[in-house]
């Protein structure tokens, strides 16, 4: 059995998260991996159960989504945009994570993670910085 536990360590690609859409009060980050197929000894994988998604923003508190497997071999390509980040315009996050492959009898991969991910809500879509975002001049006041 201990050998058994030995083989289930997974081979997992790296995920991406590079792309985000936002809507007037928060953004979902895109996030895609590919799954494994095969175990680290290289045998056919057979029951892989999920993914697990661990991520923060902006540093605070570990977050976790599972993302189911797309079929027990494994193989598939994941795109998952159900994660939403509380952002309005004027505001940044980052959001940093890593995946785990699970099967079904409890073996998990090493993470696999990804490069931080800037959300910029202070800049239009052409890069230039919003109005909205700057801070207005010194006005002038008169006492009389």
Same mark, same amino acid.
């Given at each position: 059995?201990?050998? =058994?536990?030995?083989l289930? !360590? =997974?081979?997992?690609?790296?995920?991406?998260?590079g792309?985000?859409? +936002?809507?007037?009060?928060? +953004?979902?980050? *895109?996030? @895609?991996? !590919?799954?494994? /197929?095969?175990?680290? /000894?290289?045998?056919?994988? *057979?029951n892989?159960?999920?993914?697990?998604y /661990?991520?923060?923003?902006n540093?605070?508190?570990?977050?976790?989504?599972?993302?189911?497997?797309?079929?027990?071999?494994?193989?598939?390509? &994941? *795109?998952?945009?159900?994660? $939403?980040?509380p952002?309005t315009? +004027?505001?940044?996050? *980052?959001?940093?994570?890593s &995946?785990?492959?699970? @099967?079904?009898?409890?073996?998990?991969?090493?993470? !696999?993670?990804?490069?931080p991910?800037?959300m910029?809500?202070? $800049?239009?879509?052409?890069g230039?910085p919003?109005?909205? +975002?700057?801070?207005?001049?010194?006005?002038? =006041?008169?006492?009389q």
């Amino acid at each position: 059995m201990t050998i =058994l536990a030995l083989l289930i !360590a =997974l081979l997992l690609a790296p995920i991406a998260a590079g792309a985000y859409t +936002c809507t007037t009060a928060d +953004c979902t980050p *895109t996030v @895609t991996y !590919a799954e494994p /197929s095969t175990y680290v /000894s290289g045998q056919p994988l *057979t029951n892989l159960q999920d993914g697990l998604y /661990s991520y923060q923003v902006n540093g605070g508190p570990t977050q976790q989504l599972v993302v189911p497997a797309s079929r027990p071999q494994g193989g598939g390509t &994941i *795109t998952n945009t159900t994660i $939403k980040v509380p952002l309005t315009v +004027c505001q940044t996050a *980052t959001v940093t994570g890593s &995946i785990v492959a699970r @099967t079904t009898v409890g073996g998990v991969s090493a993470p !696999a993670g990804h490069a931080p991910l800037l959300m910029d809500r202070t $800049k239009l879509q052409n890069g230039q910085p919003d109005p909205q +975002c700057t801070t207005p001049g010194a006005g002038s =006041l008169t006492v009389q």
